[in-house]
């Protein structure tokens, strides 16, 4: 897509989504998901075909700190990673968000963090099992682990999507790395990011208490139903 042929309502759309993509940064700070400048956000921008053939995304731009970031600095990539406008390079996980939004057409946001607990899992390999109603709620079941990757191309792109295709979570752990959350939008997965923390930090503990109490699988799509549908307003 090139830049100068977008119309008024593309550039708006794009403005909006820099903004959104920035102020969201703030928020994993105050959930204390990140450190230093390790963590990032990105938003899809529906193109004007329809059809996904156009759509673009926004993205943090690497190694800036948090409190420095204004709309200005995010960076417009295609959904090949290439950089679209912006004057900044982008996020080291660009790939990885550019293939997740190539191949998961629904995704709207994708946001990647090393919070310590949920971290904690990735690094052992273990995947957060669902043993709390809110994991049913928000999750629908445990949260998975998806495979090792190397930083830098596509790879852990595929690993998020091939292990979210037979999972109704929005997390995943990628192993020895982190969690990377997905949403409808790039708010939905800044929240998935957050509940992702919250839920491993529970189940640390409770797993260094005892043995935790099973939830019948029927009830956990019960429990997941409800919060999808009902909960909240509408």
């Not at 102020?23 to 990140?34: Q, S, T």
């Not at 990105?42 to 993205?59: C, L, N, P």
């Not at 037979?166 to 939905?188: D, E, W, Y």
Request: proline share 5%; glycine share 10%; net charge negative.
């Amino acid at each position: 897509m090139d830049a100068k042929n977008w119309s008024r309502d593309m550039v708006e759309k794009i403005d909006r989504a820099r903004a959104e993509v920035c102020d969201l940064h703030a928020e994993l700070i105050k959930w204390g998901l990140v450190v230093w400048t390790a963590g990032n956000v990105s938003a899809r921008v529906r193109g004007e075909a329809g059809d996904g053939t156009d759509d673009i995304m926004v993205i943090k731009p690497s190694g800036m700190a948090y409190d420095e970031l204004t709309p200005a600095d995010m960076v417009v990539c295609d959904l090949d990673g290439r950089i679209v406008e912006g004057t900044h390079s982008p996020s080291s996980d660009t790939a990885a968000h550019a293939y997740v939004y190539r191949h998961m057409p629904e995704v709207g946001g994708v946001t990647h963090t090393h919070s310590s607990y949920a971290t904690a899992f990735a690094a052992v390999g273990r995947e957060i099992p669902c043993y709390l109603t809110m994991m049913g709620d928000e999750f629908g079941g445990p949260i998975p682990v998806g495979p090792f990757a190397l930083i830098g191309d596509d790879s852990i792109g595929k690993g998020i999507v091939e292990t979210l295709k037979s999972s109704r979570s929005p997390a995943v752990l990628m192993q020895n790395h982190g969690p990377f959350t997905i949403g409808k939008t790039a708010r939905a997965s800044v929240k998935a990011a957050a509940m992702t923390e919250e839920v491993a930090r529970t189940m640390f503990l409770a797993l260094q208490l005892g043995k935790p109490i099973e939830i019948a699988p029927e009830l956990i799509d019960s429990l997941y139903a409800r919060y999808q549908n009902v909960y909240g307003q509408h």
